[in-house]
Structures are given as C-alpha cells and as structure tokens.
C-alpha cells in the first residue's frame, strides 16, 4: 500500500514538472515566460527591476510640465457712432418711417422726439437794417436812385427792425426770380427770409450704431423728402 502511494506522488510531481516545462503544451493564454521574453524586439535591452529599483526610477523620471492655454484673442471692438438723428417728420411721413425702422432692430437705441419747425408760408425779400433809421434812409434813396418804388421800412422791435421790405412771395422760387431782377438793376445784398408759423414736428434719435446700421438708416431716410441724418444737437 506505501509503495502504490509513493509512485502515485512521483508520478505527480512529474506530470507537474513536465507541464511547467511546457513540455506538455503550451499554457493557456499564451507561451510559456522564457519564450516570451525571447520573442521580445530589443530584448537584450530590457532589464528586470526588483519592486525598490522601480520605485526610485519613477521617483527620478521628470515631472510633466503644463502646458498654459494660450487666450484665444478677443474681438476687436465693432466702431459705432454715438447718436444719429433723423427729421422732421410731417405727421403721415413719420408712421410710415416708424414702420419702416422697425425691421432694423435698434430697439431701446432709438427714441422719439420732438424738434422746432417752421411752418413756411411764404418768403419775403429784403435788405437787412445797417445802421438804424438813418441807415434805412440811406437805403430808400438809393432804391429810388435806381427806379425801385416797391419798398417799406419795417418797423416795430425785432431783429429786423429798420429792414427794407422788397416784397413778399408764395414760393421761393418767385423770391429769386426778384433778386436776380434787382441784381440787373444795381441792387445788391437782398436776401430771402422764409415766414411761417413756428411748430413741432417728429424726429428719431439712434444711439450707438455701427456704420452698416447707419447706411441701411440712411437708405430708408431717403425716401422721405427734405429728411436728413445728421448728429444729435
């Protein structure tokens, strides 16, 4: 019975010799540990490091530096001008440009207001006063000098006391039409001074607009007669 049981362990222990030998086969998962080491590129390079030689290889290896991030650069800043306004409107023609500037988008950058405007009626041709009254004599004389007979003295305070009055036209261009006729007749320093009643009319102001917005403003001015864009007062 020993006997049997000493050649059972033996035959054991060979079985187990063999097969860590590789005699019996390969392992599973792969070769056996001397004959990966042999199939290794450059393996007469490689050196087995005990646990404290790995340590102190580690501890010696450089530290990785960070590399900072660079900041993309920031836009550069887009130029805009500080206040535009545009008027006067008539009361239709400032609907019809409210409309219209609202598909532009400015927003709370734009605002209504209201601007001076003289209602003009008619225009009067006339030399300025110089010289007070004695000044305005002066003037008289000449124009009957020269055959001029329509004329008055305006009298009364204000500026244009001690004018002379040559007459008073519906249109501008009928005012004009008088000075160049007096210009032939020797007269010269008349001038035109538009008359009418003083009121209010429509105007819009637009802040902090890039030049695009002030072009794209300016095309929809256009078509509003006598409007134009000009800066804030």
């Not at 300025?128 to 009254?133: A, C, R, S």
């Not at 000075?179 to 008349?190: D, E, S, T």
């Amino acid at each position: 019975m020993l006997k049997l049981i000493f050649w059972a362990l033996l035959a054991a222990n060979a079985t187990l010799f063999a097969y860590g030998q590789g005699y019996l086969g390969k392992v599973e998962g792969g070769e056996r540990e001397p004959q990966r080491l042999k199939s290794q590129l450059a393996r007469e390079r490689m050196v087995m490091l005990s646990a404290a030689e790995a340590r102190a290889a580690a501890e010696a290896a450089p530290a990785v530096t960070e590399v900072p991030l660079v900041p993309e650069p920031a836009p550069a800043p887009v130029a805009t001008i500080a206040c535009t306004q545009a008027g006067s409107f008539a009361a239709p023609d400032a609907r019809r440009f409210e409309t219209r500037i609202e598909r532009l988008g400015f927003g709370e950058r734009q605002s209504r207001t209201s601007v001076p405007y003289q209602e003009v009626t008619s225009h009067l041709v006339y030399l300025p006063p110089n010289g007070g009254k004695e000044g305005a004599d002066r003037r008289v004389a000449e124009l009957k000098e020269k055959g001029v007979t329509n004329y008055f003295v305006m009298q009364g305070e204000g500026p244009m006391k001690w004018a002379v009055s040559l007459g008073v036209f519906k249109t501008e261009t009928a005012a004009q039409s008088l000075i160049a006729a007096l210009g032939k007749q020797g007269v010269r320093g008349a001038r035109v001074l538009p008359r009418g009643p003083q009121t209010t009319r429509a105007a819009w102001q637009f802040r902090n607009i890039t030049n695009e917005e002030r072009t794209r403003l300016a095309g929809i001015a256009d078509d509003f007669a006598g409007v134009q864009l000009r800066p804030c007062p």
